[in-house]
C-alpha cells in the first residue's frame, strides 16, 4: 500500500514478556516517528529517526525501550521486560524532511500488557 | 511540563454552534500544525502555519498563528457532526530540531 503500514494491529502480552512493534514507513520518507498514546491522550513523543540514524531519542521513557531502523525503511521498536504502564497505542509515522513536513501516520499498535 | 497546552480539553457542543481551541506555549515555534484524529485511527493534517501573524482558513476552519509564534487557535464555524474528533496541535521549535512535538489535544463532541 501507499501509507504508514504497523503490525501488528493489536497485541496482548503477559507482564515481563519482551514485544517488538513494526513500522513500513512510505516509500522516500526520510524521517521516521514513533509515539505513544495513552487512551484519549496526546502523543507522547518517543524516537525520531533520519535515515538510520535516531537525532533525538530524548523520549524514550527507559532503558527497557530500544528502536532501529534499516535500510532507511522499516523500524522496528522493542519493549523488554513490559510492564502494566506501557499499555498504550504506540503510532508511528513518516515524514519528507523539513520544518514544515507532514507527518503521515499509521494506524498505530496497541499494546496491552496484562 | 507540557511544552504546548491545549483549551478546552473537552468540549461538546450542538450542531450549528461556533468554537474555538487554542494551543499555547512559552516557546518560540518554527512551524505549528494541527491536526485531526478519530477513534482507532492516526492523526491527519489539516494546516501548516509557519509566519507570525499567519491567518489560514480551510472551509469552515480557520487557523491563526499569534505574532509571536508561540501560541495558536482553531476555530470553527457552524460546526457539523463530522468535525467530531481530537484535535490536536504541534510545534517544531526553534533551532532547527525536526522533532514534533504534540499537546494532549481537545475533544470535540459536535451533538445533532
Known amino acids: 500500500g501507499a501509507g504508514v503500514s504497523q503490525s501488528p494491529s493489536n497485541k496482548v502480552t503477559e507482564k515481563g514478556k519482551d514485544v517488538e512493534l513494526r513500522c513500513d514507513p512510505i516509500?522516500?520518507?526520510?524521517?521516521l516517528y514513533w509515539y505513544r498514546q495513552s487512551l484519549g491522550q496526546g502523543l507522547e513523543f518517543l524516537i525520531y529517526?533520519?535515515?538510520?540514524?535516531?537525532?533525538?531519542k530524548s523520549g524514550l521513557p527507559s532503558d527497557r525501550f530500544s528502536a532501529e531502523r534499516t535500510g532507511g525503511s522499516v523500524s522496528t521498536l522493542t519493549i523488554q521486560r513490559t510492564q502494566q504502564e506501557d499499555s498504550a497505542v504506540y503510532l508511528c509515522?513518516?515524514?519528507?524532511?523539513?520544518?514544515?513536513?507532514?507527518?503521515?501516520f499509521g494506524e498505530g499498535s496497541r499494546l496491552t500488557v496484562l | 511540563t507540557q511544552l504546548l497546552e491545549q483549551s478546552p480539553q473537552f468540549l461538546s457542543i450542538q450542531e450549528g454552534e461556533n468554537l474555538t481551541v487554542y494551543c499555547n506555549s512559552s516557546s518560540v515555534f518554527s512551524s505549528l500544525q494541527w491536526y485531526r484524529q478519530e477513534p482507532g485511527e492516526g492523526p491527519v493534517l489539516l494546516v501548516t502555519?509557519?509566519?507570525?501573524?499567519e491567518v489560514k482558513k480551510l472551509k469552515r476552519l480557520t487557523f491563526q498563528f499569534g505574532d509571536a509564534r508561540k501560541d495558536s487557535s482553531l476555530h470553527i464555524t457552524a460546526a457539523q457532526t463530522g468535525d467530531t474528533g481530537l484535535y490536536l496541535c504541534?510545534?517544531?521549535?526553534?533551532?532547527?530540531?525536526?522533532?514534533?512535538?504534540f499537546g494532549k489535544g481537545t475533544k470535540l463532541t459536535v451533538n445533532p
Open positions: 509515522a513518516s515524514s519528507l524532511r523539513g520544518i514544515t513536513g507532514e507527518l503521515f
Open positions: 516509500s522516500g520518507h526520510t524521517a
Open positions: 502555519v509557519v509566519t507570525g501573524g
Open positions: 529517526f533520519q535515515g538510520n540514524s535516531a537525532p533525538d
Open positions: 504541534a510545534g517544531r521549535t526553534q533551532g532547527g530540531s525536526e522533532k514534533l512535538v
